[in-house]
């Protein structure tokens, strides 16, 4: 599954609805365990939520032994079903999440050292 992890700062616009692309901390794919192990939370639905809005399809990936980095897109439906890459710059690289699964126990010390940072991880 593909995930969006927001800092504190985003509590607000996500009460008043005005939660956006722009507030993500970071995008990850991941599994499920973070949920039915470790007990993560769900705590609601965006009013208004719009699909296509979010959208996240293309990950930057820059495999051993290639010179530039390269964009991945996947299939809406299933993050396994690579449908493209191609070779990128590394401007575009800096505004795609990262390719690659992304283990329940490793995601919240990352995401901490995310927010005492107050950088964005995996752009947008």
């Known amino acids: 599954m593909i995930s969006c992890f927001f800092g504190p700062d985003a509590l607000e616009a996500s009460k008043s609805?005005?939660?956006?692309?722009?507030h993500t901390l970071a995008v990850l794919q991941m599994g499920p365990l973070g949920f039915?192990?470790?007990?993560?939370?769900?705590?609601?639905?965006?009013?208004?939520?719009?699909r296509d809005a979010w959208r996240v399809t293309t990950f930057k990936s820059w495999p051993t032994g290639l010179v530039q980095p390269e964009a991945r897109s996947y299939a809406d439906f299933g993050i396994k079903s690579l449908v493209s890459r191609r070779q990128i710059n590394e401007a575009e690289a800096a505004s795609l999440p990262d390719d690659g699964l992304y283990g329940h126990l490793m995601i919240p010390s990352m995401?901490?050292?995310?927010i005492d940072a107050g950088t964005e991880s995996s752009g947008y």
């Open 17 to 22: 609805g005005k939660l956006s692309r722009e």
């Open 36 to 50: 039915t192990q470790s007990g993560w939370p769900v705590i609601g639905t965006l009013p208004g939520w719009d």
């Open 111 to 114: 995401l901490e050292k995310l």
